[in-house]
C-alpha cells in the first residue's frame, strides 16, 4: 500500500476529527479523497505538522490527529521529545513512513535504511508508540481514539504517490474554517 | 516590581496563556516567572521554529501565544514566519534577546545583530527595541496591536535593557 491508499481507507475516521496534514502531496491526496473543514492543510513549513498539532491539542480539549510523514518528522526530530515531555492525551501522531521524500521525487530517507522511528519516539520518551503495518493503520488509529491516550503510530508502506491537484485555496481561509471546526 | 515580573504581568494581562521558551541568558528571569504563573501553559521548544508551530496550533485552538527567544535564531525562523505565521495570517508576539549590542562580551554574537534589524525589515515584521528600562511601558500596547492585526511582531530586547550581562 502507498499512502493516498492509507489515507482513503482511513477518511472515514478521520472525517470527525479534527486534522492537521503534512505539505505537499500528503495534503494534496487528503483534499482530493475527503476536504474537509477540519483538516488543516500546509502548505509550507515542512517539518511542523506535528509541533502545529501538539499546540493545538494543549490548547483545547477535542482529539487531533496528525498526518506526518517520515521525511517531515526527520526534518524537525526535535519535535519528539517536546511531545513526550508535554502529554497531551487528546493528540495523536500519525507518521505515514513510506521511506522516502514523496514530495520531492521519492529520494529514499533515513528511516527507510537504518533509522527507526518508533525507537527514536520511544527513547524520547514517547510511552505510546505503535509501529505497524499499512494494512493496520485504520484499526490501530480507531484504537488510539479510543484510548484517549497520548499515541505516536509509526505506519510502514510503500513508497509513491497518487497524482492530485495543488491545493489552490487561500491559506487565511483553510485556517479560518478550521478555526470554526475547532470552536464548533 | 522586578522587569520580569513586570513583562510576565503584562502577558497575563494580555491574555496570553501560552509561551513557548527557547533559553538565553537575558531572558532567564522571564522564564522562570513565565513558568511560574498558573495563568500560563510554558511549553519550552528546542529550535525557535518548532516553537512556532506550537504557537499557530495554540493560537488555532484558542489560547494567546507567544514566544520568547534569542536575535541569533532569527535566521532558521524566516521560513516559517513567511509561510505559516504569514501565510496564514496568525498573530504572534515575538519577545527576543537582543545580543551582540552595546556591552557584548562575546564577539561571535555580534554577527547575528548586525543583521536583525535588516531580516525583520526584510520580513515587514513591525519591529520595537526596548534600550531604556522605561520602554517596557509599551509593551501592552504592542501585544494589542500583535492581536489586532494578526502578525508576528518583534520586541528587541537589549543588554541595556536588561541591566548589562
Known amino acids: 500500500m502507498i499512502r493516498s491508499e492509507i489515507l482513503k481507507e482511513i477518511a472515514p475516521i478521520l472525517r470527525d476529527e479534527l486534522v492537521v496534514c503534512n505539505i505537499g502531496i500528503p495534503s494534496q491526496e487528503l483534499h482530493a479523497i475527503d476536504d474537509q473543514p477540519s483538516n488543516f492543510y500546509m502548505l509550507g513549513t515542512m517539518g511542523l505538522a506535528s509541533s502545529i498539532g501538539l499546540g493545538l491539542a494543549l490548547a483545547q480539549p477535542k482529539p487531533v490527529i496528525v498526518i506526518d510523514g517520515d521525511g517531515s518528522v526527520l526534518t524537525n526530530l526535535g519535535t519528539l521529545p517536546t511531545i513526550a515531555n508535554n502529554v497531551a492525551d487528546n493528540y495523536i501522531l500519525l507518521i505515514i513512513d513510506n521511506g522516502s521524500y514523496g514530495s520531492t521525487g521519492d529520494q529514499p530517507t533515513y528511516a527507510g535504511r537504518k533509522t527507526s522511528l518508533a525507537k527514536v519516539a520511544e527513547a524520547c520518551g514517547c510511552e505510546r508508540v505503535i509501529e505497524c503495518s499499512a494494512e493496520d493503520t485504520g484499526r490501530v488509529l480507531q484504537e488510539a481514539l479510543e484510548a484517549r491516550e497520548m499515541t505516536v503510530i509509526v505506519s510502514k508502506c510503500e513508497s509513491g504517490n497518487a497524482k492530485m491537484p495543488v491545493i489552490t485555496m487561500d491559506p487565511v481561509v483553510i485556517r479560518d474554517r478550521f478555526m470554526k471546526a475547532v470552536e464548533a | ?165
Open chain 2, 1 to 165: 516590581m522586578s522587569i520580569d515580573s513586570r513583562i510576565t504581568d503584562d502577558l497575563v494581562a494580555s491574555r496570553i496563556e501560552f509561551v513557548t521558551t527557547v533559553p538565553c541568558k537575558q531572558l532567564a528571569g522571564v522564564i522562570d516567572e513565565i513558568d511560574k504563573r498558573a495563568e500560563i501553559a510554558h511549553v519550552p521548544s528546542n529550535k525557535e521554529d518548532e516553537g512556532m508551530g506550537l504557537c499557530a496550533g495554540a493560537w488555532m485552538g484558542g489560547k494567546r501565544p507567544a514566544i520568547i527567544m534569542q536575535n541569533t535564531a532569527l535566521g532558521v525562523t524566516l521560513n516559517t514566519l513567511a509561510t505559516l505565521t504569514q501565510f496564514y495570517r496568525m498573530p504572534l508576539p515575538m519577545l527576543i534577546s537582543y545580543r551582540g549590542e552595546l556591552g557584548e562580551p562575546v564577539a561571535c554574537q555580534v554577527e547575528m545583530a548586525i543583521h536583525t534589524k535588516a531580516l525583520l525589515a526584510q520580513m515587514h515584521i513591525p519591529t520595537y527595541h526596548f534600550h531604556d528600562q522605561g520602554d517596557v511601558a509599551e509593551l501592552p500596547k504592542i501585544l494589542d496591536y500583535t492581536f489586532m492585526c494578526n502578525k508576528p511582531v518583534a520586541i528587541l530586547t537589549d543588554a541595556s535593557f536588561w541591566g548589562g550581562y
